[in-house]
């Protein structure tokens, strides 16, 4: 294939027009029942940005939930080693539940409130998204439902455990390869049939606009 890369320009790379589109790449390819859903999630996170009540509640979370900033930690071993360059790692596996998963579930889960969106549904592979939106509709009081296949649940019963003990309902997801692909695809087909109740906490890097901007 060849690459475009060089006729996107680095604005375009960074956030999306108008149409959620960077240069080529992006947009909706949803149902129909989910197109509003969508103009109401980008409404509410335009609305959100510019209000400071918003801010001050995810800062405090994030300070006082989730314990960040995380740690910037000097690998020293690894900088002597390579000689002229110094590593620092960024310590997200400090935060509340081990991953930087919590920073994106806290956001989305406050969008959700503003929408009156009370039933939360995500997607999870090895299970940390899954932790993590569970984790914070138990903080919030909001429903869980996680969509796991049936090998990642096999592979990963200590996440599954914990995701039931903090109330969350795990959907094991048998079709297709029944790992992490297949349970985006039934998270979106439980999000058409439940669009007016449900907001849908993506952890993966896909998504329709305008989760990648979120």
Known sequence: MTS???????????????????????????????????????????????????????????????????????????????????????????????????????????????????????????????VATATVCAQMGLDCIVYMGDTDIARQSPNVYRMRELGAKVEPVTSGSRTLKDATNEAIRDWVSNVETTHYIIGSVVGPHPYPKL
């Open 4 to 130: 475009t890369s060089s006729n996107i320009d680095h604005e375009s790379e960074s956030l999306p027009n108008s149409h959620g589109r960077f240069g080529p790449y992006g947009g909706k390819f949803v149902p129909e029942t989910l197109m509003a859903a969508l103009t109401e999630l980008e409404n509410a996170f335009d609305a959100a940005k510019q209000d400071d009540s918003f801010w001050e509640e995810f800062e405090g979370l994030l300070t006082n939930y989730v314990g960040r900033p995380s740690a910037m930690y000097h690998a020293k071993n690894v900088s002597e080693k390579l000689g002229s360059t110094q590593v620092y790692i960024k310590r997200e596996d400090l935060n509340h539940t081990g991953a930087h998963k919590i920073n994106n579930a806290i956001g989305q889960a406050l969008l959700a409130k503003r929408l009156g969106k009370k039933r939360i549904i995500a997607e999870t592979g090895a299970g940390m998204h899954g």
